[in-house]
């Protein structure tokens, strides 16, 4: 595996992210959860399209195919990102924010899964994970608490708080979307859960999938 390649690729395609955003909050009219899970060399690539902001379930999607390339950290974008577009393509319409599990630039090389899905379909995209891979913040402490992640002086997302007993999920724009508005569209997707119901609901499709149980959500 050629990771300075990898890691070229990524930096090469980190330069045509748009931070601006495609839509204002008021123009969207569908989210869509994308997330993924693995048996062995099989990746399930689980889409779940929902209606904005009612989060009312239109479509799902999956995506089966074997994963060609081993599990490397910051690299994940060329393990999963080609199976996920495929689910993605299946059902996304247009004025739709991607949601995906997977950092957006909040990464090394502002590059992650998030970003990588926003490129290859032009449409706005953004990242969310459970741990920081990068950057700095202050870890907000309240319920609903949101935080800025800073690169130097440069805000690439934001912490939040999502619930009490819970500790921060980390949202990072992918394209063509700012941090602002994906914060905001998050906290518009949280109800009682951690994580914003479209990839609350697409981790749930993909866990299904990969049990082979039915693919409804």
């Not at 090469?12 to 969207?28: H, P, Q, R």
Request: proline residues 6%.
């Amino acid at each position: 595996m050629n990771l300075k390649k990898l890691r070229k690729l990524q930096e090469d395609m980190a330069k045509s992210v748009i931070l601006k955003d495609a839509y204002t909050v008021g123009e969207i009219e569908y989210v869509l959860g994308v997330d993924q899970a693995f048996s062995n060399d099989t990746v399930f690539s689980a889409c779940v399209l929902l209606s904005f902001p009612e989060l009312e379930v239109v479509d799902s999607s999956i995506s089966v195919a074997k994963a060609t390339v081993p599990y490397i950290p910051t690299y994940l974008m060329f393990r999963e990102g080609k199976p996920a577009v495929e689910a993605v393509k299946k059902v996304i319409k247009d004025r739709c924010v991607v949601m995906v599990d997977g950092s957006g630039i909040a990464h090394p090389r502002r590059c992650g899964l998030a970003t990588y899905i926003g490129l290859e379909l032009d449409v706005p995209s953004l990242g969310i994970t459970k741990k920081k891979l990068y950057g700095s913040v202050k870890e907000p402490e309240e319920v609903m608490e949101s935080s800025p992640i800073y690169d130097g002086d440069q805000i690439i997302g934001f912490a939040i708080k999502t619930c009490k007993r819970c500790r921060s999920i980390y949202v990072s724009p992918g394209h063509l979307i700012t941090p602002e508005t994906a914060l905001k569209i998050v906290k518009m997707c949280t109800k009682s859960h951690k994580l914003p119901e479209p990839v609350r609901l697409a981790d749930k499709f993909a866990s299904r999938a990969k049990l082979n149980q039915s693919f409804q959500v």
